[in-house]
């Protein structure tokens, strides 16, 4: 039942979130990259003003897998290297913490462009 | 003849918007399912592997972004996104497209200057954004902590 | 101009004495199927870019076109193409095969009309006997240089247009049989602050609107004059826009208007506001509208190819979109 209501909050957050992005591709003719952009930044602010976590509790992967987490990892990995190195973990801390994503990004990108070509639309 | 004023506005009034409430619960919907399966291996990797909280959400993280690049790689994506618009873009398997799709389309022009070059043609915002970010962000909690 | 300030009176009239339409797989599933010369199987057609796929397209359009004609490459004084890609390179590409002088062209989606209008000057004047004009266009390559990779999850917005994957070939000659140009108006760059690029058919709309104007007004002609006033491709919305702009002149087409665009597909195609393209115009005028002049179903057309001139850069640096419209009248012989 636990379970069940996480799975129900996750698919709620997540759904919502989605929502406001199609709200704003639909009314502000937003491009794709804008839309990323502006979550990710709402998810570093939510970090940066310490609800992150608070909201992580309850959504899970509502908040998470939404790029507003992604956002939300890059500031939680700047600020704990900077308790932890000063300032050159001000600098470090973000991409070191998104590492894990961004190879993966990378690796898969590679990999998929020399096994397949693209195809157009119908 | 109508002037250009009273024809941009002609045009702002007359601007068919008629499919967009179709694609509001669409996009709430694939966005939330696409969370809950991050959610579902989340708790996979949690519960079978002996890693910490936060190792689980970078292995959940790499894995939706192996799914979402094979599911671009093999040409679903697209098809994906055209229904559920903001659902999948917004979610981390959006960002795996946003990369994979460049890399793959210009992989006519060669693998250094096609592929490698335009790779972060789209998600190239999100990375400079997203570090430009934290770093600003730890260095007002650095100045913060220095009174 | 001898007609009026934009509009030229051809004393002599060339024919169109041939033309030739190739369409890609998803034009060949529309409403105007049986009439393509040629439907591709599939748009790379067995090369290995787009860009490639497109440019055997067009080279193939304009050998047939001329072999359509009776004619031999050498018989033909001068090609007049364009297309789409950065550089024209479909057309230059084209005529890298073919052993006729080119003249390379661009004016976006009009371009075709550039080219019939061009081309009937030539061959009044008596410097040349015989004249290729012809455009293409591919879905493919313009998402590729206008827009997004293939494979990235976007969504089309409600007024967002198709690119047609397509190329039409007319040729042109003093003598011969097919209907004769009789008159031109060249347009003027027509600028209304649109600035959305996924909106250009209200971007196009006012030029079309003051070329469609300046030539009933300078021929002294009334709407009807014409079987059917033929745009290129303001799609559904766009040409809602051209009958409010004409309105406002006095002008009413909505009896006898016809866009290519709207015409290429059909609305199970979810294509939105309709097709678009340099090689739309080209690719139904050179198969619908000269089997309706075959079968006497239309005496008299304008035909108004219509074209944005924007380019990424102008969009990204704040740029509204220009439009341009040439306006070629074609009747029976």
């Known amino acids: 039942m636990d379970i069940f209501l996480q799975f129900l909050q996750a698919f709620a957050v997540g759904g919502f979130i989605c929502l406001i992005g199609q709200l704003l591709i639909n009314y502000t003719k937003m491009t794709s990259s804008r839309i990323l952009v502006i979550f990710l930044l709402l998810g570093a602010l939510l970090e940066g003003v310490q609800l992150f976590d608070p909201i992580e509790s309850f959504a899970g992967c509502g908040i998470t897998i939404p790029i507003v987490g992604f956002g939300a990892v890059l500031v939680k990995g700047a600020v704990k290297a ?23 990004a990378i690796l898969f990108g590679f990999l998929m462009s020399v096994l397949f070509k693209s195809r157009t639309k119908s | 003849m109508i002037q250009k004023e009273e024809y941009v506005e002609l045009v ?15 996009a709430f919907a694939v966005g939330g399912l696409i969370c809950c399966i991050g959610q579902a291996f989340r708790l996979i990797y949690s519960t079978f592997l002996p890693i910490g909280k936060v190792t689980a959400g970078s292995l959940t993280s790499v894995t939706m972004i192996f799914i979402g690049s094979l599911l671009t790689g093999v040409g679903i994506y697209d098809k994906i996104g055209k229904v559920a618009g903001a659902g999948s873009i917004v979610p981390i398997t959006g960002f795996a497209n946003s990369v994979v799709s460049p890399a793959m389309e210009f992989n006519r022009e060669g693998v250094v200057l096609g592929v490698m070059s335009k790779m972060f043609v789209v998600a190239g915002p999100v990375i400079v954004s997203g570090v430009v970010a934290s770093i600003v962000i730890a260095l007002v909690y650095y100045i913060v902590g220095l009174f | 101009m001898n007609g009026g300030e934009q509009t030229i009176v051809f004393e002599r009239k060339p024919h169109i004495i041939a033309g030739y339409g190739i369409v890609g797989p998803k034009e060949g599933e529309g409403p105007l199927a049986q009439y393509f010369d040629e439907v591709a199987k599939d748009d790379l057609f067995d090369q290995k870019s787009y860009e490639k796929a497109e440019c055997k397209m067009h080279l193939l359009a304009i050998e047939r076109a001329i072999e359509r004609a009776g004619l031999h490459e050498s018989d033909v004084c ?49 410097s040349m006997q015989k004249v290729a004009c012809s455009t293409s266009s591919h879905f493919s390559t313009a998402e590729r240089q206008y827009r997004y990779p293939l494979e990235l999850g976007t969504q089309m917005t409600p007024t967002a247009q198709w690119t047609v994957t397509g190329s039409g070939c007319s040729v042109l000659s003093m003598d011969g049989e097919g209907p004769v140009v009789t008159s031109a108006t060249v347009g003027k760059v027509v600028d209304y602050d649109i600035t959305d690029a996924n909106n250009m058919g209200a971007a196009m709309a006012p030029a079309a609107a003051f070329t469609i104007a300046t030539h009933l007004r300078e021929l002294r002609r009334k709407a009807d004059y014409y079987d059917y006033i033929v745009t290129g491709d303001l799609g559904i919305f766009g040409s809602e826009m051209l009958h409010q702009l004409l309105l406002s002149e006095g002008i009413d087409i909505a009896e006898n208007h016809l866009d290519c665009g709207k015409l290429i597909f059909d609305e199970t195609q979810k294509v939105h506001m309709g097709g678009s393209g340099a090689g739309c115009s080209s ?51």
């Open chain 3, 78 to 126: 001068a090609l007049l193409s364009g297309d789409l890609l950065n550089q024209i390179i479909s057309s230059s590409f084209s005529a890298r095969e073919l052993d006729i002088p080119f003249l390379g062209l661009y004016n976006a989606c009009s371009t075709f009309g550039e080219a019939l209008i061009l081309g009937s000057i030539m061959l009044t004047s008596g």
């Open chain 3, 283 to 333: 690719s139904v005028f050179n198969t619908y509208f000269l089997q309706q002049f075959k079968e006497d179903k239309i005496k008299r057309m304008l035909f108004v190819p219509t074209g944005a001139l924007l380019s990424k850069v102008s969009s990204l640096q704040g740029e509204s979109i220009p439009g341009i419209a040439h306006a070629v009248a074609i009747e029976v012989a």
């Open chain 2, 12 to 26: 702002k009034k007359t601007t068919p918007k008629s499919k967009e409430l179709k694609t509001l619960p669409i």
């Open chain 1, 82 to 104: 900077m308790h932890e190195t000063g300032l050159l973990g001000v600098l470090t801390g973000g991409i070191v913490a998104g590492a894990a994503g961004l190879a993966a």
